[in-house]
């Protein structure tokens, strides 16, 4: 009697109609499988689709890391920016060590730094090895130096620095860091611009591919279409075709942007300890990393659905 009951409900589930929404996720499964399985079936052509998408993706990405750790040595070479007031010789020593607290109480100044000429011949004798020309030298020819950390706009410090009356010479570097932001501004710009026209290479090279599957099987998509399948039912493959070519496009951009991290990591930190800097590439974080193939796979989607939905718009039945 039990089993008799079984039965019946294992009958009445397999007779009953699945809803809207079951059948619509099932195809959405079969879909999103049989593009896969598609790509696969064709693995040079997916190489070579993939391969192209993936190089020039990692065109504009790669400028991008690139002008990001630029900008971060930058600010690390802004965090260490210092102006050099050379005091006239025959500053006392009192008024120069008066004039440093002046400077130490200033709003605009975060640190001074007080340097005696004896303190600067002696980094002069370390620094080059020339022992022997110092020493024939009679008098120290170095005058008081304080070097200034500014706080804020460092151009009108070094205009007021300038203007003390025991300042002879003021040095500072900021013209090179003005053009080096100015480089930056425009790298930026071409990064940009750069990304525009290879991520629509990239549109083109996603759509072609998709346009020449779709001509393979016009034959299918004309009896769907007289079958009364919707315009969604029909594109749903494509788009998912679309979405694994910019997912996969993706993923090798940031591989190749990897592996050249590595290549060049080694030599760069040798050469900034060269230097006494620590300085190293940053790399792509996760989030970064996960937002560019999400980018993409839309990227690769946009544009399947431009090609699908052109070609639906060309070949969609009228009626008589």
Known sequence: MNESREVRANEFRVARPRSRIGTWFDHHLYSFVASLGRAARKPWATLLTVGVMGVALALPLGLWLTLRNLERFAGNVEQSRE??????????????????ET???????ANVVWRTPEEGLGELRAGTGLDAAIGTLADNPLPHLLIVTPKG???????????????????????????????????????????????????????????LDIQSRREEIGVLQLLGATDGFIRRPFLYLGIWYGFTAGALALALLTAIHYGLQAPLATLAQSYGSGFALDGFNPLQAGSVVIATALLGWLGAGIVTGHYLRQTRPTDT
């Open 153 to 211: 706009d460092e151009a009108m410090l070094a205009q007021s620095l300038q203007a003390l009356p025991e300042a002879d010479l003021v040095q500072h570097d900021m013209q090179w860091r003005q053009r080096l932001d100015q480089w930056l501004r425009f790298g930026t710009r071409l990064s940009w611009v750069l990304a525009t026209l290879l991520g629509l290479g990239a549109l083109l090279v996603v759509g072609n591919t998709v346009r």
């Open 103 to 109: 400077l130490r109480g200033r709003d605009d100044i």
């Open 83 to 100: 102006i050099s007031v050379f005091l006239k010789a025959g500053t006392g020593i009192e008024r120069v060590r008066t004039l440093a």
